[in-house]
């Protein structure tokens, strides 16, 4: 028996009694992948995506983990409400323009002191103050460094589109405007290196797409990590008590760790190892969460359809935003359909052995994404649930 047949037996024995759809983390692997993505760090704390894995439950059992130290929260909302159930350490890492969450925070010394915003540019300094209502409560500032790659005299760009601030100089101004103004004081310095810890460098069949990934990342943690040095130098000659720098992603965790500026790493991805990350030469995950699909058509031989499935990952469209049906190996989907909103048909000779009612387990193109899909996440150990627990979603919150 391979592994995966091995682990389809284990997470059919689990959930025999319930029906499908269902949604479920291993746990074995997820501890596993804490623990490698710890081990990745080199001993810098890392710092938790919640937009990753959207589970309250779950960022506890991975904070509770040695070598793992705050959360990295997607939205201005979302890092109230975790502020307030006791998480006392939340980065926001994209700027905010959602006013009454900003009253809130200014209102509030709990809330203000648990969180930390994110800014590239002097008007989100305006649009804070004028949302204050009356808050006097200083507000903790973050600022984001450009990561992108620019070659051919800045024709060419590589890296996503965020933070205007590139240069030292730039970064340094902006740290002295937060500086000079009340209420406000700048804490930390982020610089996400999407191009390097979000692309796989080794897609099956495209080896010359590979080789230009690898070429690309390289060049370009050689001129981050010159300029990102440089950006950190001319902040803290700003701003002396900086707290922390971070940086990375689940796939440059160990390239970002061995920077000297950097003080944490950023990752929540690699705990669930969704299918864009199985094409990286640098680490191996092992699948923790999954979602099952009810066999409830066979349509002839070689084919069964199941139910519903269409969940695609957020991202510029294509076929690697799509989930991929996992177990049992040996099914894709039908060229003509793909996974559908209500029905999804799969091909290969697996289907022949399954029948009305059997589970098809699929993985996620994206993490955390999965969990707006579902209210509840069964945890899994051995062959055994062990918990239920809810999602954001379950919780009744949909932040975005």
């Excluded at 004028?130 to 790659?149: N, Q």
């Excluded at 080896?207 to 300029?227: H, K, T």
Aim: with cysteine; hydrophobic share 45%; net charge neutral.
């Amino acid at each position: 028996m391979t592994v995966r047949a091995a682990d389809r037996s284990r997470y059919d024995r689990a959930t025999a009694h319930l029906d499908a759809p269902v949604a479920v983390v291993d746990l074995d692997a997820f501890d596993a992948n804490a623990e490698d993505l710890v081990r990745r760090a080199g001993g810098k704390p890392i710092r938790v995506a919640s937009k990753s894995v959207r589970c309250r439950a779950l960022l506890e059992r991975v904070l509770a983990r040695p070598g793992f130290a705050g959360i990295m929260s997607f939205t201005l909302a979302e890092s109230l409400w975790l502020a307030r159930a006791g998480f006392d350490d939340v980065l926001l890492a994209y700027p905010s323009a959602d006013r009454s969450a900003y009253a809130e925070l200014a209102a509030d010394p709990k809330l203000a002191a648990a969180v930390t915003v994110m800014v590239d540019d002097q008007a989100q300094l305006d649009l804070i103050d004028a949302a204050r209502a009356g808050g006097g409560e200083e507000i903790r500032v973050c600022l984001e460094l450009d990561t992108s790659l620019r070659m051919l005299g800045g024709r060419v760009r590589i890296g996503a589109l965020r933070s205007p601030l590139r240069t030292p100089d730039q970064l340094a101004e902006l740290a002295r405007s937060v500086d000079r103004r009340p209420g406000f004081r700048l804490v930390g310095l982020m610089a996400y290196e999407g191009h390097v810890a979000g692309v796989g460098d080794s897609v099956a069949g495209r080896p010359l797409r590979s080789r230009a990934v690898r070429l690309m990342q390289a060049a370009a943690r050689r001129e981050l990590a010159v300029r990102r040095a440089e950006v950190v130098r001319a902040v803290r000659a700003v701003a002396p008590g900086l707290e922390f720098v971070n940086g990375g992603g689940t796939g440059s965790v160990q390239h970002t760790a061995a920077e000297a500026a950097v003080t944490e790493i950023a990752a929540g991805s690699g705990l669930y190892a969704p299918r864009l990350f199985d094409n990286y030469t640098s680490f191996t995950a092992r699948p923790a969460a999954l979602f099952a699909q009810p066999v409830v058509r066979r349509p002839g031989v070689g084919v069964v359809t199941v139910l519903g499935g269409g969940y695609p990952a957020s991202g510029a469209a294509g076929t690697d935003r799509l989930p991929v049906p996992y177990l049992p190996e040996g099914l894709c989907y039908d060229p003509q359909e793909g996974p559908g909103e209500v029905q999804t048909p799969l091909l290969g000779t697996a289907a022949d052995d399954l029948l009305i009612g059997d589970k098809v387990w699929f993985r996620h193109a994206k993490a955390g994404e999965l969990c707006e899909r579902f209210d509840e996440l069964r945890l899994i150990e051995g062959d055994r649930i062990t918990a239920t627990v809810p999602t954001y979603r379950g919780e009744g919150l949909t932040f975005l």
